[in-house]
């Protein structure tokens, strides 16, 4: 039981692989220390202040496996900062899956020796 699981956790981990997905936003997300807020994940701030409209999505780009691309550029709102903090991300992304690739390839040669 215990493989299956580590097997399946391995694929997942191997389909999270097959694409990069960066999206940057732009507006105000808040807390106040001492309310029940404070408590709360940034995570849950975020996803609120999504749902709530205070900040507004200015840059996607997501690259599949295949070499298919989207890309996303807000009208109004990017400046250099951000879209060069986007392209920082992206490239972190790529780094942290040829990382992943190249132990996981590590790791089948191992097994197979």
């Known amino acids: ?16 692989l097959g694409s990069l997905e960066i999206r940057s936003f732009s507006g105000d997300i808040s807390a106040v220390l001492g309310t029940g807020n404070a408590n709360q994940s940034f995570k849950t701030l975020f996803d609120k202040a999504i749902k709530d409209g205070k900040i507004s999505l200015k840059m996607y780009t997501r690259l599949d496996a295949d070499g298919d691309s989207d890309h996303f550029i807000a009208d109004s709102g990017v400046d250099e900062g951000m879209a060069a903090g986007h392209i920082s991300a992206f490239q972190m992304g790529q780094d942290i899956r040829r990382t992943y690739i190249e132990l996981f390839r590590d790791v089948a040669q191992r097994i197979v020796k």
């Open 1 to 16: 039981m215990a493989l299956e699981n580590a097997f399946d956790k391995l694929k997942d981990g191997l389909e999270d």
